[in-house]
């Protein structure tokens, strides 16, 4: 039998617009290749901020990267806790590690974002930050964890790094906290391949991240001033080059996957046992950066995730078996976290496969060919 899906599928990033090749070449002819001497890169910084309704963007090398200036700038020292979500992206702990602070692992809800009440249980004298992260293009709770983070004197990191153009109640997430954090690394929304930015409406934050991305120099200070420490950790202006334009393409990508992800839920109602992660409340636009779906194996015939993956993968359907929680990761365990139990994010470990962005901007066909192959594999494993 041939498999449900013979085609590819969309390949991400989308092939470059005429407007990224004159760009680019505009940067590589007139030799400023780097931020400290051309305009390109405080440009598309200034673009994005205004995008997200921040006063203040600065682009850094990656996602990762911008998370820990962010945290240092908005004064995370070692010795610290930060309490981050148990299901996201390893970086989302590892960027507090670099900060010289330890992660403090907190559950998620059914959403699998952030659990406020986790948050609020977990904080404690050293806690000086939390990082909600905006998961799959919907944002945190971020209502309910300004609260917990006021009661405790915390400062809000977003990790906004699957989140570009996602909005609350109609605010852009990336401008819900102290300071919101994206990555522009390949499988994002928007992307040169590599690269991040930090977004925040305090001059003062602003300052301090220039300062720490900029080996420590003063705004207006001199080359060889360094009044305090610092790294060189700047975007080139080549990758704003690429990613200027994308300002303008961003909202009808989110369109187009926003209508594949709901032809895609219409479709799953006839297929037992794989059903959308429910949305969170106040979220005004998913990005759909991953529609997340829950696989129950007792409709599968008992078969496991992995067992599933792999039966769709051979129907031409390549889904993500997505993250283990981050209280089972074993790399963080030296790092002096400290986790709360977490039932929900160990379950999605276990239960949760993702349908990633490239495939959501296939066509409606495509999504009939998910739900399609599912019966398929369920047909076989239930014998
Ligand atoms: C939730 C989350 N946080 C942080 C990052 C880190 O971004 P980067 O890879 O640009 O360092 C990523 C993606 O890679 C991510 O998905």
Known sequence: MSPVRTEDWPRWPPPPTGEQRERLLRVLDGGRWGATSGTETAGFAA?????????????TV????????????????????????????????????????????????????????????????RTTAVL?????????????????ADRHGLAVVEDAAQAHGARRYGRSAGGLGDAGCFSFQSSKAMTAGEGGIVVTDDRAVYERLWALHNVGRAVDGGW??????????????????????????????????????????????????????????????????????????GAFGGRSKAEFVAGMAAEGVPLDPGYRSLSREPSLAPHRVRSGPCPVAEAAGE?????????LMADDAAMGQIAEAARVVQARFRG
């Open 47 to 59: 673009a994005f901020a205004r995008t997200v309704g921040a006063a203040h963007g600065l682009c």
């Open 62 to 125: 990656n996602g990762t990267v911008a998370l820990f200036l962010a945290l240092r700038a908005l004064g995370v020292r070692a010795g610290d806790e930060v309490i981050v979500p148990a299901y996201t992206f390893v970086a989302s702990a590892t960027a507090v590690v670099l900060a010289g602070a330890s992660p403090v692992v907190a559950d998620v809800t059914e959403t699998l974002h952030l659990d406020p009440a986790a948050v609020d249980r977990l904080a404690g004298p």
């Open 132 to 148: 909600p992260v905006h998961l799959a293009g919907a944002p945190a709770d971020t209502g309910a964890l300004r609260e917990v």
């Open 224 to 297: 060889y001033d360094h009044p305090e420490l610092g790294w060189n950790l700047r975007m080139t202006e080549f990758q704003a080059a690429v990613l200027r334009p994308q300002l303008a393409l961003l909202d009808g990508w989110i369109e187009h996957r926003a209508a594949r992800a709901a032809a895609l839920a219409r479709e799953l109602v006839a297929v037992e046992g794989l059903e959308p992660v429910p949305v969170p409340p106040g979220t005004t636009r998913h990005t759909w950066h991953l529609a997340m779906l829950r696989y129950e194996s």
């Open 351 to 359: 239960s949760v496969v993702w349908v990633r962005q490239p495939m």
